[in-house]
């Protein structure tokens, strides 16, 4: 069945960096394009970053620019997010999610807490 299992999450210090992973199963990953998400306690879920199925194009929240990047391996099916200069507004649950013509497939998430 399809999986999409977030890893990497945990309490970081402000200005310190992690990566998130994103692994993929049950469906062909290479055609999907993948995004991050993030949801903050009481606020809406906004998107992150995002990357096309190939790899070749990205896009970032202007709140992350230059802070994060994500990034994809097809050949391991997963998907990383690369957070540094980490700040305590990034707080969140952190959710991969996949994209293809009518399919979307999300993760159950993993939290952040960006805290001294």
């Known amino acids: 069945q399809v999986q999409l299992v977030e890893s990497g999450g945990g309490l970081v210090q402000p200005g310190g960096s992690l990566r998130l992973s994103c692994a993929a199963s049950?469906?062909?990953?290479?055609?999907?394009?993948m995004t991050w998400y993030r949801q903050a306690p009481g606020k809406e879920r906004e998107l992150v970053a995002g990357i096309t199925s190939g790899g070749s194009s990205t896009n970032y929240a202007d709140s992350v620019k230059g802070r994060f990047t994500i990034s994809r391996d097809n050949a391991k099916n997963t998907v990383y997010l690369q957070m540094n200069s980490l700040k305590p507004e990034d707080t969140a649950v952190y959710y991969c999610?996949?994209?293809?013509?009518?399919?979307?497939?999300w993760g159950q998430g993993t939290q952040l807490t960006v805290s001294s």
């Open positions: 049950g469906f062909t990953f290479s055609t999907y394009a």
């Open positions: 999610n996949a994209r293809w013509s009518f399919f979307s497939y």
